[in-house]
């Protein structure tokens, strides 16, 4: 195997790697420490126009204000049914697995054989 074709392995081994790990840091999760309104805007009088339930796992899209003071910050959240905003201090954003790194690529192995291990699976190219 060539200099050139084993660079070509592994850039396109990187490739697949990168590419497997961007949807697992695009979004971020929070429980929900308490039972919460879910709000149409982000200010106490609006409209409520959803239900979570304590425990509840969701799924946050934004938070607008300062969420680290948990006075006067919201946060944006999507659920089944209509997505919509609750007090940030009704979310525990600890309690949620975190992502486990993914494996470094690893050196082109002389039987031209390149595997790569995701998230979701993996596979093998065999050259």
Do not use: H
Not at 5 to 24: E, F, H, P, R, Y
Not at 39 to 58: K, R, Y
Not at 68 to 88: E, H
């Amino acid at each position: 195997m060539t200099l050139s074709t084993s660079l070509k392995l592994a850039a396109l081994a990187l490739t697949l790697v990168v590419s497997t790990a961007g949807g697992a840091f695009a979004s971020q999760y929070a429980v929900l420490n308490t039972d919460s309104d879910v709000l149409m805007q982000p200010i106490g009088t609006s409209l409520q126009i959803n239900w979570v339930e304590q425990a509840d796992q969701v799924k946050v899209i934004k938070c607008v204000g300062n969420p680290q003071s948990l006075v006067g910050a919201w946060c944006k959240i999507k659920i089944p049914g209509q997505d919509g905003w609750v007090r940030s201090s009704a979310l525990n954003f600890s309690l949620v697995p975190q992502p486990q790194p993914f494996p470094q690529p690893q050196p082109v192995p002389p039987n031209g054989q390149v595997c790569v291990a995701g998230p979701n699976g993996s596979f093998c190219i065999t050259l």
